[in-house]
C-alpha cells in the first residue's frame, strides 16, 4: 500500500537547521509531485512547499523562502526539507504528502507527521 513515513523532527534552538526526510513506497515515485504541508498548535493546515517529479521545480509559500530547501532523490524513494534560520513560529507537526504541483491543498496521501520545535 502507499506509505509515506516522515523522519527528522526534534527539538531546535531558533536560528537551528534540520533536515526532515520522507520515505515514500508502495507507489512509482519518479512519476508524482510531493510537497511538505505543516500543522502548528491549535490552526489549520499550512503548505510550505513543492517539488516536481523530476525535482527540476520547487514552490515555497512566502514565509519560508529562502530558509528552506525542498529536494528529491529519486534513486531512494526519498522526499527532503532543508529547514534553516529556523524560528518559533516554525513549530509544527510537518507531514509529507503527494499531490499536484500547481494547487498547493491538492492532497491524496499524507505521512503520519514528525514534530518540529524551536524553542530556547
Known amino acids: 500500500q502507499v506509505q509515506l513515513v516522515e523522519s527528522g523532527g526534534g527539538l531546535v534552538q531558533p536560528g537551528g537547521s534540520l533536515r526532515l526526510s520522507c520515505d515514500a513506497s508502495?507507489?512509482?515515485?519518479?512519476?508524482?509531485?510531493m510537497k511538505w504541508v505543516r500543522q502548528a498548535p491549535g490552526k489549520g493546515l499550512e503548505w510550505v512547499s513543492t517539488?516536481?517529479?523530476?525535482?527540476?521545480?520547487?514552490r515555497y509559500t512566502d514565509s519560508v523562502k529562502g530558509r528552506f530547501v525542498i529536494s528529491r532523490d529519486n534513486a531512494k524513494n526519498t522526499l527532503y526539507l532543508q529547514m534553516n534560520s529556523l524560528k518559533p513560529d516554525d513549530t509544527a507537526v510537518y507531514f509529507c504528502a503527494r499531490g499536484s504541483y500547481n494547487h498547493d491543498y491538492n492532497i491524496d496521501v499524507r505521512g503520519q507527521g514528525t514534530q518540529v520545535t524551536v524553542s530556547s
Open positions: 508502495g507507489f512509482k515515485f519518479t512519476l508524482y509531485s
Open positions: 517539488i516536481d517529479n523530476s525535482g527540476g521545480s520547487t
